[in-house]
């Protein structure tokens, strides 16, 4: 009799000290929150969602479509760009230039499970809608895509022109 009660205090002791359980969520722990990195890109940088001065609305439908998929910006503006997924698939946005894009959209062809997580794309499930912040601190010509895998190929892109500056000539 006294080796199970042995037994229990011994298999209790982790709960009195404040152990947690492995097997509440199996072995995996929870990822801290992961922060925004604002990398300098060719396209732009990672905008702060108190400096928008402008937003744009996308709608991106299983047609393989974006609609706009025409935007003009200013240099220096801070677009809050709101995407959403009125289609019954997966989609999203990435922005870039064309070869990145053309680059990336070969990698998510051969590898589709494929992970990734950048300031400059959003994912969105089947009617909901997401949100990307971006700072185009560049004049230039870039595209936005969905890049899962077929979509860009179908033609599912847009086009994102930034003019410079006014009084800038470059």
């Known amino acids: 009799m006294k080796l199970p009660l042995l037994l229990i205090a011994l298999l209790a002791a982790p709960l009195m000290m404040g152990a947690p359980l492995a097997h509440a969520h ?3 722990r929870h990822a801290p ?3 925004t990195i604002s990398e300098q890109t060719a396209w732009g940088i990672a ?3 108190a400096q928008v001065n402008r937003t744009v609305t996308l709608d991106m439908t299983d047609a393989m479509r974006f609609t706009p998929d025409n935007i003009t910006v200013q240099e220096g503006d801070t677009v809050r760009f709101v995407v ?3 289609g019954r698939m997966l989609h999203e946005m990435v922005i870039g230039t064309p ?3 053309a680059k990336h959209a070969a990698l998510m062809a051969k590898f589709p499970d494929m992970q990734h997580d950048e300031a400059y794309m959003v994912h969105v499930n089947p009617g909901k809608t997401g949100e990307i912040v971006w700072h185009f601190n560049r004049a230039g010509s870039f595209e936005f895509a969905c890049l899962i895998a077929g979509h860009y190929e179908a033609g599912m892109r847009g086009t994102i022109t930034v003019t410079p500056k006014l009084g800038d000539a470059k």
């Open 47 to 49: 905008g702060k969602p």
């Open 99 to 101: 070869d990145e894009l």
């Open 33 to 35: 929150a992961k922060e």
């Open 84 to 86: 959403r997924n009125k």
């Open 26 to 28: 199996g072995e995996k």
